[in-house]
């Protein structure tokens, strides 16, 4: 019976150490891409992303073996919106290149993206990531389905205990900030592809 004790008590014990995963949030300060941009394009694109993208969960690595969670297209689009308004005179949304508002509206090009993430800490005490990176991979095809090009951008957030104690997404939130000024520069290198 004892040794049952044990083996249940273990069990349980590592159930609540590994537990679920901290839930976090990339949406940084979008707002803070308004005016970085270098000229817009007289062009209408759309920003291709379906509910299913949108509901899309990541699980990645915290601190001290614990996991986090994110939901990165939700969390990042306004902020992919935003991006694209500092390169496009109109942005809209849309479910995809057969989306009726492609036509409706005119749209030049679509934009789908695509995104990967990796979290890390050192912390063998706290489970928020001190380290995060996001990459965003952007397909552009035109309104016909055609490729057009693709554009690519990195960012990296980092963020030490004395920091994200008052908010535990503070790296995830740097790593989205710097992705996407990253986004608006490599929109704006690509620029002689969209006329």
């Not at 679509?110 to 990531?129: D, E, G, N, R």
């Not at 490729?147 to 205990?161: H, K, L, N, Q």
């Amino acid at each position: 019976m004892r040794r049952f004790l044990l083996t249940l008590s273990g069990l349980l014990v590592a159930a609540v150490i590994s537990g679920c995963a901290h839930p976090i949030s990339l949406v940084g300060n979008a707002a803070g891409l308004v005016g970085t941009g270098t000229g817009k394009l007289d062009k209408a694109v759309g920003l291709s992303m379906t509910e299913e993208d949108r509901k899309r969960e990541v699980i990645g690595a915290g601190g001290g073996g614990d996991k986090v969670s994110y939901l990165p297209y939700r969390d990042l689009e306004t902020g992919l919106y935003m991006a694209l308004s500092e390169t496009f005179t109109r942005v809209s949304r849309v479910n995809g290149i057969s989306d009726p508002k492609v036509k409706s509206d005119g749209l030049n090009y679509i934009v789908t993206p695509s995104i990967a993430t990796t979290s890390f800490s050192p912390s063998l005490f706290t489970w928020p990531p001190t380290i995060f990176t996001i990459e965003l991979s952007c397909k552009v095809v035109d309104a016909d389905g055609k490729a057009v090009t693709e554009v690519r951008a990195m960012g990296e957030g980092r963020a030490e205990f004395e920091e994200f104690k008052g908010d535990f997404s503070l790296s995830a939130k740097r790593a989205a900030e710097d992705a996407l000024r990253k986004l608006v520069k490599a929109l704006s290198d690509a620029k002689p592809q969209f006329r």
